[in-house]
């Protein structure tokens, strides 16, 4: 018997909570293998990543109408019961009866029988009440810890902090990278209007096209073909602004998947070494095979921590360290990111600028370093930077991406801004070497 969308939904929805994967990562993996049609398949996604994103205000609107604590049902009639509310309360074509019938459904069909008439019960209720948002709690209203909500207040004040938060739902739109050893903007618009998917150029970064409409981008002939490889316009950014030349030696230091180093290799034309360095063998594996794939020849690939000085790595013009960070500005992409604790990300600012600072030890004299991440927060990238200069004499900062549109004060750092920018949040920094000490 056909898995309806719901219980594919529901079985995902289980695994991510059970294993405390990325949603993102088992979504594709079962879209990837499901036959389900493409309305299915839409549905699915919207179940997993709405349910995982706004899941403080469901379980808000759900505390509202049972006798117990969410903590002491059990996990599958949890999850039927936020898959409900959230349809009922943000999925507007959803028709209320077939949201909580199909919500009873799965619990008889799930070992949850006798839970059926609370299912029945609750979101009958929510169906009747709505959204009863408490009055001035941003944590119930954005589905966000307060711990984020004040870090964000206090780095980039409220008016930012809530534009940030309502750009955390809903869809972002997929860019890739031309590459430009092969085929230019131009002549890969068309090829891909020939399959289907309709694109344009970014205004915002160079070689980049922004994806208009639906379509399974890896199993086009232009991807077969490597004419180019997923990557957000910030992180096409980042690339920009380590201005590699033909001929450079370029060091990756957190290199897998390896979207960044193959986009430096395209910015070299194929000419100069570049080294794409991961701890862990089937991640360079990845680098490997997508180099392979898009025509590149200037890439190796080396197994090595970045926090620890390797005598085997050359001395480098560039340096792409792009550290292992928290994240808080991909919450769009990986809606449970927004739930990490705070003594988590506490943890990271020492990995950083070890691996900062490591580095910093290839680099040759009038070399620059980019070091970026993923993450909005001062203690992951600012204070890093500072630090950094404080303690390093033999280095100056360097203004990156002059000319663009910058959050923040007139410094050389930028910091990308998902409700600004239209991209990942992302920060950037450079430095460069001027002596030897």
């Given at each position: 018997m056909k898995k309806t969308a719901r219980q594919t939904a529901f079985e995902l929805l289980n695994k991510i909570q059970r294993d405390n994967s990325y949603s993102n990562l088992a979504l594709d993996a079962v879209l990837e293998k499901t036959q389900a049609d493409i309305n299915d398949k839409r549905l699915i996604s919207a179940l997993v990543y709405g349910v995982v994103e706004r899941k403080i205000t469901v379980d808000y609107e759900l505390s509202l109408y049972l006798s117990q604590p969410l903590k002491k049902l059990k996990p599958q009639v949890l999850t039927i019961l936020r898959m409900g509310?959230?349809?009922?309360?943000?999925?507007?074509?959803?028709?209320?009866?077939?949201?909580?019938?199909?919500?009873?459904?799965?619990?008889?069909?799930?070992?949850?029988?006798?839970?059926?008439?609370?299912?029945?019960?609750?979101?009958?209720?929510?169906?009747?009440?709505?959204?009863?948002?408490?009055?001035?709690?941003?944590?119930?209203?954005?589905?966000?810890?307060?711990?984020?909500?004040?870090?964000?207040?206090?780095?980039?004040?409220?008016?930012?902090?809530?534009?940030?938060?309502?750009?955390?739902?809903?869809?972002?739109?997929?860019?890739?990278?031309?590459?430009?050893?092969?085929?230019?903007?131009?002549?890969?618009?068309?090829?891909?209007?020939?399959?289907?998917?309709?694109?344009?150029?970014?205004?915002?970064?160079?070689?980049?096209?922004?994806?208009?409409?639906?379509?399974?981008?890896?199993?086009?002939?232009?991807?077969?073909?490597?004419?180019?490889?997923?990557?957000?316009?910030?992180?096409?950014?980042?690339?920009?602004?380590?201005?590699?030349?033909?001929?450079?030696?370029?060091?990756?230091?957190?290199?897998?998947?390896?979207?960044?180093?193959?986009?430096?290799?395209?910015?070299?034309?194929?000419?100069?070494?570049?080294?794409?360095?991961?701890?862990?063998?089937?991640?360079?594996?990845?680098?490997?095979?997508?180099?392979?794939?898009?025509?590149?020849?200037?890439?190796?690939?080396?197994?090595?921590?970045g926090s620890v000085f390797n005598d085997n790595i050359p001395f480098a013009d560039r340096i792409l360290c792009d550290v292992p960070c928290a994240g808080l500005g991909v919450i769009r992409k990986k809606p449970e990111i927004r739930y990490k604790e705070s003594a988590e990300v506490d943890k990271l600012p020492d990995l950083q600028y070890s691996i900062l600072c490591t580095s910093a030890k290839y680099l040759k004299n009038e070399g620059i370093l980019v070091y970026s991440t993923c993450s909005l927060n001062p203690d992951e990238n600012e204070k890093i930077i500072e630090r950094f200069l404080s303690e390093h004499n033999n280095f100056s900062s360097v203004r990156v991406l002059d000319g663009h549109l910058r959050y923040g004060e007139n410094t050389d750092c930028i910091s990308l801004m998902p409700h600004i920018h239209n991209c990942d949040g992302f920060f950037i920094a450079a430095i460069k070497k001027i002596k030897d000490v």
């Open positions: 509310a959230y349809q009922l309360l943000f999925m507007d074509k959803i028709p209320a009866s077939a949201a909580i019938n199909e919500s009873v459904k799965l619990a008889k069909n799930n070992q949850a029988a006798f839970a059926s008439g609370l299912v029945n019960a609750v979101l009958h209720k929510i169906d009747s009440n709505g959204l009863k948002l408490p009055e001035n709690n941003r944590s119930v209203k954005y589905s966000c810890p307060d711990w984020l909500i004040d870090m964000w207040d206090r780095a980039y004040g409220q008016e930012n902090t809530n534009k940030l938060l309502e750009s955390s739902f809903g869809g972002v739109e997929t860019v890739v990278r031309v590459n430009t050893l092969r085929t230019d903007s131009e002549s890969l618009i068309e090829k891909l209007s020939e399959e289907g998917i309709k694109s344009r150029k970014s205004d915002t970064a160079a070689d980049a096209l922004i994806i208009e409409n639906g379509g399974a981008l890896h199993r086009t002939k232009a991807y077969a073909d490597g004419l180019f490889h997923v990557q957000d316009t910030a992180s096409q950014l980042c690339c920009q602004s380590l201005d590699v030349r033909e001929g450079d030696t370029v060091l990756d230091i957190c290199s897998a998947p390896g979207g960044k180093s193959f986009t430096l290799a395209q910015m070299m034309k194929n000419n100069g070494r570049l080294y794409s360095f991961d701890v862990y063998d089937h991640r360079l594996k990845l680098i490997e095979n997508g180099a392979e794939r898009l025509g590149i020849t200037c890439i190796s690939t080396m197994k090595n921590d």
